[in-house]
């Protein structure tokens, strides 16, 4: 449908870069809420790993984090048509977000939650490359420059020569590059797919994952201080879904990507104030390089966007 100025002296394309502006903005809030309920989620898992096996606390949750978008559906009469769950795009999304969980939660429960979450940063920069490459986004020099820039942040603050850059934090460097996959994949879903619906998608893929290594990991008890931590988490983890299809579903995802940043700020905020934890002069230095590499990715957006919007509402 095209668009039509109230104002005879105003271009119609000027109203349509004023809707494109309204949808960022809106991407990035939607972004930022869901940062905070990843990292408040993984707080709590962290903690509950140290009593519990891991597949079966990624499957515990994940029962709960179903449940939970199921009830919210009810509550809400949102439509979700199960034909949908296993299909085309939705299915592919799912199966990358269940390998990058897995790849993520992993290397998070042997490190340092601002380690995980610092390496995990490289996602928006991914994201950024792969839609130059596969969308076909057009950048200049200066992006070009505060890409490298933010992987130079990212080594920086996970330092290779040191102890902390092992097997697990390689692993965690896969889990961000399977999560951009995953939400330049989550572009390609149609409009008319409700994210409600691509949010239990997700969510029922890590489980049935979580699921089937708990067969071959075996099961363990537990007691209620621990299905408190996971049913927290699961809320959590519910809303992070949600608010990230949202996100990414929602204005040009060259400005919406490196709002991924404040999750960084979220989890050295928490760590401050829960394990009084504080980065150390390199690594303050690789946080500013981060985040400087991406406010100006922000401000400077690709000269077109990723791909046109498709029919439908969310």
């Known amino acids: 449908m095209s668009i039509v100025s109230s104002d005879p002296f105003r271009p119609a394309a ?15 809030g939607l972004m930022v809420g869901a940062m905070a309920c990843f990292v408040f989620n993984d707080a709590l898992v962290k903690y509950a790993s140290q009593t519990m096996p891991a597949a079966q606390l990624i499957f515990v949750r994940g029962l709960m984090a179903v449940a939970w978008i199921l009830l919210v559906a009810r509550a809400s009469g949102a439509s979700i048509r199960i034909g949908d769950l296993g299909r085309g795009r939705v299915a592919l999304r799912s199966t990358l977000d269940a390998l990058a969980t897995f790849a993520y939660l992993l290397s998070l429960f042997r490190m340092p939650i601002g380690n995980a979450i610092a390496i995990n940063m490289a996602s928006p920069l991914f994201i950024t490359l792969l839609a130059i490459v596969l969308l076909r986004e057009r950048v200049g020099l200066g ?11 990212v080594l920086l603050l996970v330092r290779p020569a040191t102890d902390g850059f092992n097997e697990f934090a390689l692993l965690c ?13 989550t572009r390609g879903i149609p409009q008319s797919v409700a994210s409600i619906t691509v949010t239990l998608s997700t969510a029922t893929a890590v489980t049935l994952l979580a699921g089937g290594a708990t067969a071959v990991q075996g099961w363990e008890p537990f007691g209620l201080f621990e299905f408190g931590l996971l049913a927290g988490a699961s809320v959590f983890l519910a809303g992070g879904y949600y ?5 990414t579903r929602t ?9 991924r940043y404040s999750a960084l700020l979220i989890a050295l905020a ?3 104030i829960v394990w009084n934890e504080a980065p150390d002069p390199v690594g303050w230095t690789g946080i500013a390089v981060l985040l400087l590499a991406g406010v100006y990715l922000l401000r400077r957006p690709a000269a077109i966007p990723a791909r046109p919007r498709l029919g439908g509402t969310a």
Request: hydrophobic letters at 60%; proline letters at 2%; a neutral charge.
């Open 243 to 247: 608010l990230m299809i949202r996100s």
């Open 173 to 185: 460097l896969l889990g961000a590059l399977l999560h951009a996959l995953r939400d330049l994949v």
């Open 143 to 153: 992006q070009w420059l505060a890409i490298a820039a933010g992987f130079a942040g």
């Open 270 to 272: 928490l760590g401050w």
């Open 251 to 259: 204005g040009n995802l060259s400005a919406v990507a490196p709002f």
């Open 14 to 28: 000027a109203d349509g870069e004023l809707e494109l502006l309204r949808a960022s903005r809106l991407g990035i």
